[in-house]
């Protein structure tokens, strides 16, 4: 499976400021992913990033609050921008991968992000 | 995108077997079924997914009716670490590149009972 990194792994930052949240991955992929868990709730994704174009956003998610960048193959950052406490939340990167094993790509996950804005 | 139903909670006994049922009824015919669970606020750990046969890995089973409108995930020995929520999701394709995004759905609570 893909071993997929991020940092931080959790922050306490204050209303109105921004804070980037980095994820590695340890094998090229073309796909990533970018979801939300807020308390309580399930997982909900925010966009999808390929590597060498802009990222592709779902209903109610804009580039403006949430920024991507997919520089490379291995490596993603996610901006969550001018922060409310309503953006109090687990952020989780993905990635597709297929192993020799797998007929199919396969969806491997991060350990998230706990992020809580006061 | 084809909706899963599962179950919110179920327990199970330590050392049974713990069988978690979901309904995928409007599932198609390319669409894969895949297993999640999450151990309390860590990353989902992917389990397991099949098509239309039976499928089994070091970490479960994976049985899927003829009609491919349901699903069986099985822990054959269930231990206190398998407590978390278990998602059932469909994948569905969202791109020529044939990648495919998850859709969550609510999962059900599995709990390991002593």
């Known amino acids: 499976s893909a071993v997929i990194s991020q940092k931080p792994s959790r922050d306490i930052c204050q209303r109105g400021t921004s804070l980037t949240i980095q994820c590695q991955v340890d094998?090229?992929?073309?796909?990533m992913f970018w979801y939300r868990q807020q308390p309580g709730q399930s997982l909900t994704l925010i966009a999808t990033?390929?590597?060498?174009?802009?990222?592709?956003?779902e209903s109610g998610f804009v580039i403006d609050k949430f920024p991507i960048s997919r520089p490379n193959l291995t490596f993603s950052t996610l901006t969550v921008s001018n922060m409310s406490p309503e953006d109090s939340s687990i952020y989780l990167c993905?990635?597709?991968?297929?192993?020799?094993?797998?007929?199919?790509?396969?969806?491997?996950f991060g350990p998230g992000t706990r992020l809580t804005v006061l | 995108d084809a909706k899963t139903t599962q179950p919110p909670s179920m327990d199970c006994a330590e050392g049974r077997a713990a069988n978690l049922p979901c309904n995928h009824s409007?599932?198609?015919?390319?669409?894969?079924v895949y297993w999640y669970r999450q151990i309390h606020s860590q990353g989902p750990q992917y389990i397991i997914h099949?098509?239309?046969n039976n499928e089994t890995n070091e970490m479960a089973s994976l049985i899927i009716t003829e009609d491919r409108k349901s699903s069986t995930l099985i822990l054959p020995h269930a231990t206190l670490r398998d407590t978390a929520v278990y998602y059932c999701?469909?994948?569905?394709?969202?791109?020529?590149?044939?990648?495919?995004?998850?859709?969550f759905g609510t999962g059900t609570r599995l709990t390991i009972i002593p």
């Open positions: 999701i469909v994948r569905v394709p969202i791109s020529n590149f044939g990648n495919e995004k998850l859709t």
């Open positions: 099949g098509l239309k």
């Open positions: 409007t599932i198609s015919g390319n669409e894969y």
């Open positions: 094998s090229q992929v073309t796909m």
């Open positions: 993905s990635v597709d991968y297929r192993g020799r094993a797998l007929r199919t790509d396969t969806q491997y």
């Open positions: 990033a390929n590597q060498g174009s802009e990222a592709t956003y």
